[in-house]
């Protein structure tokens, strides 16, 4: 009998003890975090932490000079001791935190999967520099918008995978992947700007081998100096162009006169093949006058019928025949010592016919 009163208080004082071990756990569970988010009478009386890695200070984060020291902390508190009930093995304990080898193979999936060159699933904006945080389940989001979801959702839970209970960490990933990208591009930009100055060099001083882009090169030379040439000339425009004019005039009387040297008396032969040469043409009017000219082998025959003294017949060795005074004349109204052709204007020996 006293055995069994001894086995029945037993019994009773275990009883006792399970249910205050219940008891305590159900109280502890419904002041967590998840229950906390979803009152709001709670949330307003919850104190701020002053552990800026415990609250996410994202003002701090984003100072200038802060992205220097990237360093990786997970940002979940310590794990409250265990219940009563916990210890006496009535409920599951929780799971352990995560060590850093496992942080390190979250992570190495994470990047596998491209997390952090995606943009966020919550605001799907890029990443960039703003903070972003890991989870355990290797999902990547900003770190604003994880405590957003969680404020107004109620509860802790991924918003990919629907995960519970995950653990977060600071990470930064997509930072340096935005520094990397943009210091891409300035130095794609720059080789750009390189490259079309070093071809812009090229096309102004290298000639072109294709006919229609050498003309163009040439003729832009050419401007360029018509256009220095003017901006660097004296200001009183008249009296430099008549210098201009006065050095172009000496220089064809230079030319003039060497020309005349050059050219030689023709000799006997070479009149004859002249006067062959002025047969052969078959033109008898004088080009000054326009009148008939008396014929090489009969230079009486146009006079004899006019009955008027015949005018000579000169033949320059440019094979053109006049009249004499009519080239006389042509000669003394040239201002030239020494006159051209009247019409292939070149420096001329004559011989009277």
Same mark, same amino acid.
């Given at each position: 009998m006293a055995m069994r009163k001894g086995l029945k208080s037993k019994a009773s004082n275990k009883l006792v003890i399970t249910?205050? $071990?219940?008891?305590?756990?159900? !109280?502890? @569970?419904l002041l967590q975090s998840d229950f906390s988010l979803s009152d709001p009478l709670l949330r307003c009386r919850r104190k701020p932490a002053t552990n800026p890695h415990a609250r996410g200070n994202?003002?701090?984060?984003?100072?200038?000079?802060?992205?220097?020291?990237?360093?990786?902390?997970?940002?979940?508190? $310590?794990p409250p001791a265990l219940s009563l009930a916990q210890k006496m093995g009535l409920v599951a304990s929780p799971a352990e935190r995560l060590m850093e080898d496992e942080w390190m193979q979250v992570k190495a999936r994470s990047v596998h999967q491209g997390e952090s $060159? #995606? *943009?966020?699933?919550?605001?799907r904006e890029e990443f960039r520099l703003q903070p972003q945080v890991l989870l355990s389940c290797s999902h990547v989001f900003h770190r604003a918008c994880l405590q957003a979801f969680e404020r107004f959702s109620g509860m802790k839970r991924c918003p990919m995978c629907r995960r519970r209970q995950y653990e977060t960490r600071v990470i930064h990933d997509a930072a340096q992947l935005f520094r990397h990208q943009s210091a891409?591009?300035?130095?794609?930009?720059?080789?750009? %700007?390189?490259?079309? +100055?070093? %071809? +812009?060099?090229?096309? +102004? !001083?290298?000639? *072109?081998?294709?006919?229609?882009l050498r003309r163009k090169f040439f003729e832009a030379k050419l401007q360029? &100096?018509?256009? =220095?040439?003017?901006? %660097?000339?004296? !200001?009183?425009?008249? $009296?430099?162009l008549s210098d201009i004019d006065r050095? &172009?005039? @000496?220089?064809?009387?230079?030319?003039?006169? &060497?020309?005349? +040297? =050059?050219v030689s008396e023709p000799q006997d032969n070479d009149w004859d093949r002249i006067q062959s040469q002025v047969i052969q043409r078959d033109v008898w009017d004088c080009p000054i006058c326009l009148t008939a000219l008396c014929s090489l082998?009969?230079?009486t025959q /146009? /006079?004899? =019928?006019?009955?008027? #003294? *015949?005018?000579? !017949?000169?033949?320059? @060795?440019?094979?053109?025949?006049?009249?004499? &005074?009519?080239?006389?004349a042509f000669e003394s109204f040239t201002a030239n010592s020494r006159p051209s052709c009247p019409l292939c204007r070149s420096v001329y020996h004559k011989r009277l016919i």
């Amino acid at each position: 009998m006293a055995m069994r009163k001894g086995l029945k208080s037993k019994a009773s004082n275990k009883l006792v003890i399970t249910s205050v $071990a219940f008891q305590d756990h159900i !109280t502890r @569970s419904l002041l967590q975090s998840d229950f906390s988010l979803s009152d709001p009478l709670l949330r307003c009386r919850r104190k701020p932490a002053t552990n800026p890695h415990a609250r996410g200070n994202v003002e701090g984060l984003q100072r200038p000079g802060d992205w220097r020291d990237e360093r990786e902390y997970v940002l979940d508190p $310590a794990p409250p001791a265990l219940s009563l009930a916990q210890k006496m093995g009535l409920v599951a304990s929780p799971a352990e935190r995560l060590m850093e080898d496992e942080w390190m193979q979250v992570k190495a999936r994470s990047v596998h999967q491209g997390e952090s $060159a #995606q *943009p966020c699933a919550i605001c799907r904006e890029e990443f960039r520099l703003q903070p972003q945080v890991l989870l355990s389940c290797s999902h990547v989001f900003h770190r604003a918008c994880l405590q957003a979801f969680e404020r107004f959702s109620g509860m802790k839970r991924c918003p990919m995978c629907r995960r519970r209970q995950y653990e977060t960490r600071v990470i930064h990933d997509a930072a340096q992947l935005f520094r990397h990208q943009s210091a891409t591009r300035i130095q794609a930009c720059w080789r750009g %700007y390189v490259a079309r +100055k070093w %071809y +812009k060099h090229m096309r +102004k !001083t290298i000639c *072109p081998k294709d006919r229609r882009l050498r003309r163009k090169f040439f003729e832009a030379k050419l401007q360029e &100096l018509n256009d =220095s040439f003017v901006r %660097y000339c004296h !200001t009183d425009t008249e $009296a430099f162009l008549s210098d201009i004019d006065r050095s &172009l005039s @000496s220089s064809r009387r230079v030319f003039q006169q &060497l020309e005349r +040297k =050059s050219v030689s008396e023709p000799q006997d032969n070479d009149w004859d093949r002249i006067q062959s040469q002025v047969i052969q043409r078959d033109v008898w009017d004088c080009p000054i006058c326009l009148t008939a000219l008396c014929s090489l082998n009969l230079p009486t025959q /146009a /006079a004899t =019928s006019n009955h008027q #003294q *015949p005018r000579r !017949t000169v033949l320059l @060795s440019c094979s053109h025949i006049f009249h004499q &005074l009519c080239l006389e004349a042509f000669e003394s109204f040239t201002a030239n010592s020494r006159p051209s052709c009247p019409l292939c204007r070149s420096v001329y020996h004559k011989r009277l016919i």
